[in-house]
């Protein structure tokens, strides 16, 4: 889903969960859009930090956030969930990165980070992480 598409989703039970996925890699980002969405996600794109938190302050509200950690701009993915803390977003956040430290100190340093993947992605594991993630939350 493009940002320009529908942010608010309607208030439904039955409705697919909506995951915000950020990652500056357009090809990366594609496949997993895809691949989301082919498991049953619903998925609203930003390929920068900067635009993630732009939909979020636009109203978006979003069951979960996958990031990667190191994107262009002034805010990298751990930037991104240090401001969802802030405003005190409720929605778990799962940070992506080839660099697996930086996967560890980023997990320690915010508290809303509930999952990892390390690159390069296993689409059938990030799946099932987030599913689990999101039934710990309800």
Same mark, same amino acid.
């Given at each position: 889903?493009?940002?320009?598409?529908?942010?608010?989703?309607?208030?439904?039970?039955?409705?697919?969960?909506?995951?915000?996925?950020?990652?500056?890699?357009?090809?990366?980002?594609?496949?997993?859009?895809?691949?989301?969405?082919? !498991?049953?996600?619903? %998925?609203v794109? *930003?390929?920068?930090?900067?635009? =993630?938190? #732009?939909?979020? /302050?636009?109203?978006?509200?979003?069951?979960?956030?996958?990031?990667?950690?190191?994107?262009?701009?002034?805010?990298?993915?751990?930037?991104?969930?240090?401001?969802?803390?802030?405003?005190? !977003?409720?929605?778990? %956040?799962?940070l *992506?990165?080839?660099?697996?430290r =930086?996967? #560890?100190?980023? /997990?320690?340093?915010c508290?809303?980070?509930?999952?990892?993947?390390?690159?390069p992605?296993?689409?059938?594991?990030?799946?099932?992480?987030?599913?689990?993630?999101?039934?710990?939350?309800?």
């Open positions: 889903m493009s940002p320009a598409e529908e942010l608010m989703p309607e208030a439904n039970p039955a409705a697919p969960h909506v995951v915000l996925l950020v990652e500056d890699e357009v090809l990366i980002r594609l496949a997993t859009a895809d691949h989301l969405r082919e !498991a049953g996600f619903k %998925v794109e *930003a390929g920068t930090a900067s635009e =993630a938190q #732009e939909l979020i /302050k636009a109203g978006l509200q979003v069951d979960l956030v996958f990031t990667d950690i190191t994107m262009p701009g002034a805010m990298d993915g751990v930037g991104l969930c240090r401001w969802l803390q802030g405003i005190g !977003a409720t929605a778990p %956040v799962m *992506a990165s080839g660099v697996p =930086a996967l #560890e100190s980023a /997990k320690r340093d508290t809303n980070v509930f999952g990892v993947a390390a690159k992605y296993d689409l059938d594991h990030i799946v099932s992480r987030i599913r689990s993630i999101l039934a710990e939350q309800s």
